[in-house]
């Protein structure tokens, strides 16, 4: 039972290089989500989707890309990596809207340092 | 400005006494609570959550009071177990038109000892 999965783990880039995270998730959910988190910081949305074929930013989404072709996957893209964008990338998904008792499942993370 | 807030860093308890988590919140407009838990190398992993309608919710060790008056959540851990060593992240949520948003505090990392 994988759940969320993202490929890669570690990632080192120099500053200019692009790149693409990948999520996968093997529940059928219908929402996707993609974090970041800082030192000292809660996790912060970067990009959404509601379903295959749609994409939406979220509260930082400056330098990011995103594309969801098929319902299982998730891709977020870095066209010139900063420095500033060194974080730990987080892919979550959601069957819904509805929180009651539908909550998000994150994957183990992308650990990404940019030089 | 941080719209959910942990503002204890870190916390240090004895096994089988209780772990109490704070978090305070300023949107008054969030409808749903949520507490995630995070080992070190994983992904945050859904522990319990509190609708706005209510003021307590309880899932075995774990229970989670709402007080809306003062826009503060707790989390309470009886009795706190070595494996709950973790960072615990409280979170709020929002349902915008086409989708919810969840907005997390910054953390508080619960040492148990034995």
């Known amino acids: 039972n994988a759940g969320v999965t993202q490929t890669p783990k570690f990632r080192v880039l120099k500053t200019g290089q692009s790149m693409t995270l990948l999520c996968a998730q093997d529940?059928?959910?219908?929402?996707m989500y993609w974090y970041r988190q800082d030192p000292g910081m809660g996790l912060r949305l970067i990009h959404y989707?509601?379903?295959?074929?749609?994409?939406a930013k979220g509260e930082v989404p400056d330098g990011y890309n995103v594309s969801r072709l098929k319902k299982q996957n998730f891709l977020l893209g870095l066209e010139s990596a900063a420095p500033s964008q060194t974080s730990v990338y987080f892919c979550?998904?959601?069957?819904?809207?509805?929180?009651?008792?539908?909550?998000?499942?994150f994957g183990d993370g992308t650990r990404l340092s940019i030089l | 400005d941080q719209q959910v807030k942990q503002n204890s860093p870190s916390l240090s308890v004895q096994e089988g006494r209780i772990s109490i988590l704070n978090c305070d919140y300023t949107?008054?407009?969030?409808?749903?609570f949520l507490w995630y838990k995070k080992y070190p190398a994983e992904g945050p992993t859904f522990l319990i959550s509190?609708?706005?309608?209510?003021d307590k919710n309880e899932d075995g060790r774990f229970t989670v009071f709402l007080n809306k008056s003062a826009k503060h959540l707790s989390l309470h851990i009886v009795p706190s177990q070595p494996g709950d060593s973790a960072v615990y992240f409280c979170?709020?949520?929002?349902?915008?038109?086409?989708?919810?948003?969840?907005?997390f505090g910054s953390g508080t990392r619960l040492q148990v000892q034995p």
């Open positions: 979170a709020a949520s929002l349902d915008y038109t086409g989708r919810r948003a969840l907005t």
């Open positions: 979550a998904s959601s069957q819904s809207r509805g929180f009651s008792n539908q909550p998000q499942h």
């Open positions: 989707s509601v379903g295959e074929g749609t994409t």
């Open positions: 509190i609708s706005s309608i209510k």
């Open positions: 529940m059928n959910h219908e929402y």
């Open positions: 949107n008054s407009m969030f409808d749903y």
